[in-house]
């Protein structure tokens, strides 16, 4: 008979499936359950994890529902304790809605939209094809490689930015400081990069200058990872050709960003993640990852706190 070990989970999830092995303990507010050996977060303030520490001493592991932990990575962590995110649970969905971006820009879906509200049978807009167009991924983790892989079928040329270059599944992967060298010529600039010291504020103003007027940017990472002040000037001034986000510093976007009333702008607001059946993949990626922990197997999506992912 398996050993029972006891797991903590935010209520939200009570409809995880029983897995061998393991005690569901849902709680409410505080999880205040000392034989815990894992805790299974619906994301807390940064404060209210590290007063819990305290009182879960055989804490092996904490667990969040998203792919960003940057807020959680300053804690004072005891020794042992483990952290992972929700790696591969988000990765289809957040390449979809980049394609589908970029899709909407293409083949003009917003202008053909506005002369159907017209009543105007009307194609004076430009259309394009993704074929042969050059996509230059940064940050090429398990939703760049995804969405690489979705490009390549679209006949596009794909590239990728990540820490130390090289070659993987047949790209081309710069390494990250070759970035100013990587980045003209690019059609589409598209962000994926975790939060980190070094990525803030990464797109400045002297790499925006790198990019041409056809360039589209998209961020589908961090929205601090952009300088949305030099961006608005890029846009402004025809030096760019668009921007898509889902995310920006600050979140909501204040109402007075000249973002908002740009025609080269795609806004949406941090729902690249979102799908009707998210519940559903959420439920069986936390039991499955329950399930690992009590057979000793490597759980998926460990962060390397001292990277920040």
Known sequence: MLDTHPILVHERYSGLPEVPGVRWIFYRGEPASPEAEGLILWPPQPAELQNWF??????????????????????????????YNAAGLHDQVVAEHALAMMLQVTRSLYPARQAQQRRSWSHAYPLRSLAGQRALIWGLGRIGRRLSEMLGAMGMRVEGVRTRGGEEAGIKVWGQGEIEAALPGCDWLI???????????????????RLGPQT?????????????????????????????????????????????????????????????????????????????FVQGQAMVGEVDRSRGY
Request: hydrophobic residues 45%; proline residues 8%; without cysteine.
């Open 54 to 83: 305290a009182g879960l001493p055989r804490l092996q592991f904490v667990q969040t529902v998203t792919a960003g932990v940057d807020r959680l990575l300053p804690l004072d962590w005891p020794p042992g304790v483990r952290l």
């Open 191 to 209: 962000l994926l990069l975790p939060r980190t010291n070094q990525t803030v504020r990464i797109l400045d103003a002297g790499k925006l200058a």
């Open 216 to 292: 589209w940017v998209l961020n589908l990472g961090r929205g601090d990872a952009i300088d949305l002040e030099a961006l608005e000037r890029s846009l402004a001034s025809g030096r760019l050709g668009g921007a898509a986000l889902d995310v920006t510093d600050p979140e909501p976007l204040p109402l007075t960003s000249a973002l908002w009333g740009m025609d080269q702008v795609i806004l949406t607001p941090h729902l690249a993640a979102l799908s009707d059946d998210l519940p559903r993949r959420t439920l069986a990626f936390l039991a499955e990852n329950a399930r690992r």
